[in-house]
Every structure is written in structure tokens, then in C-alpha cells.
């Protein structure tokens, strides 16, 4: 039987950015996001990580050193009781430095290959699946896999802002956050119809909730 899942983009979604760090002291979850991501997977979301990782293609530094990454966020997640489905990244640019990495790939965001790969190997129904990111290539991945997408403003992506392709095609979200990610206000709900809604968003109503609403699944300034 498939679950769904949601798909979490990495720096600057799950955890604060740090350009190219591979270094697990300097990893920090985003506010908010341990105990949001504890009720989503109570309400029976798999939780996995999807990320682009160019700094391997650009020589910044090797695969095996997003090892120790992954085991901080395991590590740091587990401390909520909150379980890492799955870490997936794409080591490969187009403009890589190194010639093993450097190619046009299927698994690189805006791509939908690694979430492909997850919904095999985790037995995940993409369609009532979510992805969340910062920038317009995480949406378009969500979007081309069949997944429902929030886009996160938290000055990552400027693009949406200035052009209408952010609302057309793939590029299109369900929902953008907040005008700040520390000042972002988000609620997701899990029902029967897999209802979400944002702060700002007038709730959807589901008898699943209990009391003929939505049952927020998180609430928190961070993401």
C-alpha cells in the first residue's frame, strides 16, 4: 500500500543555509521544522530530503562527504522522533568543474528523477504527495512528479516576484508563504481530501478534521 510523503528541498527549506557546508556543526534545522515535521509523519507523511548538490560537480567537495550530513540530519530529527525516510541528491551540474559529474542528468531539480526514485523505492503515491522549496526549480520538480508544492519566500528566488512565470506551466504553486521566512505562518493540514492550507488562506473544511475543519499540522514562523 503507497503513503504519501513530503519532499523537502534541503538548504534554506529544511535547514538554515550555508552555501556549499558540508560541515555537520554548522547544520541547523529551521525553526519550527522538528516539531512540524513529527505531526506530519503522526498523520502518515513519510518525510525525505531531495537536493541538488553541484558543489560535488563543482569540486567544492566529494559525494561521501554528504555521509556525515546525512547523519546529522538523521541525528537531529530523531531528537523529535521524527524518522528520515530518505536523503536524496543530485551531484551533478551541466557546468561541473569535474568531467564525472558534469553532464545534463535526470535526478537535478528542476527534473523530477529524484523523486521518481524515492516513490519506487518508499512505495509513494506522488499524488497526494507535497514538495516544499525556495526556489522555482523545486517546484517545477514537484509539479513535473505529480506532487502538490509550496513555494517558501524566503528571498531565495526572486523570479516569481518580477515575471508571471511562476504562476504558468510547472512553475505554477499551490501556495507561497509568508512576505519572510522568520515571519512565514503555516499550517498543513492532513484529511481525507489531503486539505492544506497557509496562514492567509481561509482553511478548507473536512470532516476528517473532527469538528468539521482542518486539523493543523504545523504552525511556527521559520518556514
Not at 50 to 77: K, M, T, Y
Not at 191 to 197: F, I
Request: proline share 5%.
Amino acid at each position: 500500500m503507497s503513503s504519501p510523503a513530503v519532499f523537502l528541498d534541503k538548504d534554506g527549506t529544511l535547514i538554515e543555509n550555508v552555501p556549499y557546508n558540508v560541515d555537520p556543526a554548522l547544520i541547523r534545522l529551521a525553526d519550527g521544522a522538528l516539531q512540524s515535521l513529527g505531526l506530519l509523519q503522526q498523520a502518515g507523511y513519510q518525510v525525505i530530503v531531495v537536493s541538488n548538490q553541484s558543489g560535488v560537480a563543482r569540486g567544492h567537495f566529494g559525494e561521501r562527504d554528504l555521509i556525515p550530513v546525512e547523519s546529522r540530519l538523521r541525528q537531529q530529527l530523531a531528537e523529535g522522533s521524527v524518522a528520515l525516510s530518505g536523503f536524496y541528491y543530485c551531484p551533478h551540474h551541466p557546468e561541473g568543474a569535474l568531467q564525472l559529474y558534469s553532464r545534463e542528468c535526470v535526478c537535478r531539480k528542476p527534473k523530477p528523477g529524484m523523486l521518481f526514485e524515492a516513490a519506487r523505492h518508499h512505495r509513494i503515491n506522488l499524488s497526494t504527495s507535497w514538495l516544499i522549496g525556495d526556489i522555482l526549480d523545486d517546484i517545477e520538480s514537484g509539479n513535473r512528479a505529480g506532487c502538490r508544492t509550496i513555494l517558501l519566500d524566503n528571498d531565495h528566488e526572486t523570479e516569481w516576484r518580477i515575471t508571471p512565470r511562476a504562476a504558468t506551466g510547472f512553475h505554477r504553486t499551490e501556495f507561497v508563504s509568508g512576505r519572510r521566512r522568520y515571519s512565514a505562518y503555516r499550517k498543513i493540514c492532513s484529511c481525507k481530501c489531503s486539505a492544506a492550507v497557509l496562514g492567509g488562506i481561509s482553511p478548507l473544511s473536512c470532516s476528517a478534521a473532527g469538528d468539521g475543519g482542518v486539523s493543523p499540522l504545523w504552525n511556527f514562523s521559520g518556514w
